[in-house]
């Protein structure tokens, strides 16, 4: 650091964010399954808008988003005039931090939750904090009893990442209800879309004052490139969000081929059918030669080793077949490999290289 230029405090404790690697010199086979991306890559209509966006590269974006909020507001059936979009729904998640939390605050999250929370929290001079979870999921009693007055935002992925696992809304429910007044819940519907018959907490929303929901175009809708997600919030937390988005924060591109991707029901409901039939299949395959999974509600499974060096062998074995995973020891899951669910013969090859390695281990 230098001796007198400083950053604020809490900048230096920032770890740099790692993303899934994605290369592995001298192959070209290599699968990615290390960041829950799409394998299909986006649907057609958004191929289309990307091939129709640059005609007017010289215009200034709208600033208020207007195209995309309805269209996101009749796609879920909810309020358009409260939805804010970002770049990627990290940039929500910093709004949130920036805006909701400083020094002397602090900033809740589960165990094993998303290492964005912590880093946006850092970034705007709060204190992370974390509950421990209960096999792998969070436990909202033990959210509730960390929640105290300096608690400012309670972050909870559901489903969570890199864990699969999700609560039941009612015990979303419960958390909000039981939370402090001060304190708002942040409901990160990354993985929203993958679990059946949940409506990624939109309707806690619109029944509380102490509810924001969050929601991307990177993981289903195969657009992480691409760099759009959202938030949506009862109208106080929208109206301070939006004083500090830039004018300017989505591009003409991200704002059309994000609102075409929405309109792709077929590539939708292809994704969704095949990563549930895929993630069902894998999961299966994976626990028979003993290698335990919990049930994901994702579009990822997290494998669970006997140890950590036994996750490191067995991630050396799958690189060495060109089959790039997540290590999740930054997670505090040092013996479990995130794998993304990949096309049917990705899939394959996870399974076949896995059980071979297992065999070796007999
Ligand atoms: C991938 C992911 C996001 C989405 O990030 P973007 O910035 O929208 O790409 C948010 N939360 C969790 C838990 C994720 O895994």
């Not at 105290?148 to 699969?164: D, H, S």
């Not at 919030?233 to 991707?261: K, T, W, Y």
């Amino acid at each position: 650091m230098h001796a007198h230029i400083r950053p604020q405090p809490g900048i230096m404790d920032i770890a740099l964010y790692q993303g899934g690697t994605s290369k592995i010199a001298g192959r070209d086979d290599v699968v990615k399954l290390s960041s829950n991306e799409n394998p299909f890559g986006p649907g057609d209509l958004a191929r289309l808008a990307y091939a129709r966006a640059g005609h007017d590269l010289h215009r200034y974006p709208p600033t208020d988003h207007a195209g995309l909020r309805a269209a996101l507001g009749a796609h879920f059936g909810i309020d358009a005039s409260r939805i804010i979009c970002g770049a990627g729904s990290d940039e929500i998640i910093s709004f949130l931090c920036q805006a909701y939390a400083g020094p002397g605050d602090e900033v809740l999250y589960s165990q094993h939750g998303f290492l964005m929370y912590r880093i946006s929290a850092l970034a705007a001079g709060a204190t992370p904090v974390v509950a421990p979870e209960r096999d792998r999921t969070a436990d909202v009693d033990a959210l509730l009893a960390a929640a105290n007055k300096r608690t400012k935002l309670v972050f909870i992925a559901n489903p969570n990442n890199p864990t699969g696992t999700m609560i039941p809304l009612e015990e979303i429910t419960r958390l909000a209800e039981g939370l402090p007044k001060q304190a708002l819940l942040v409901l990160d519907g990354a993985y929203a879309e993958y679990a059946e018959n949940y409506d990624g907490g939109a309707a806690l929303v619109d029944q509380r004052d102490n509810v924001v929901m969050t929601r991307t175009f990177s993981k289903l809708f195969g657009l992480g490139g691409l760099r759009v997600g959202w938030g949506y919030g009862p109208q106080h937390v929208i109206d301070v969000l939006n004083r500090l988005r830039g004018p300017f924060n989505l591009s003409n591109m991200q704002l059309d081929i994000a609102e075409a991707a929405l309109g792709d029901t077929a590539h939708i409901a292809r994704s969704l059918s095949e990563n549930a039939r895929l993630r069902d299949w894998l999961a299966e395959k994976l626990n028979a030669i003993g290698v335990v999974t919990d049930r994901s509600f994702a579009n990822f499974v997290l494998a669970r080793f006997r140890d950590a060096a036994q996750a490191e062998a067995c991630n050396a074995a799958l690189l060495s077949e060109g089959l790039i995973v997540r290590q999740v020891g930054s997670y505090g899951l040092p013996e479990g490999l995130r794998i993304t669910i990949g096309d049917e013969s990705a899939c394959r090859r996870v399974a076949h290289v896995i059980g071979a390695f297992m065999e070796s281990q007999q």
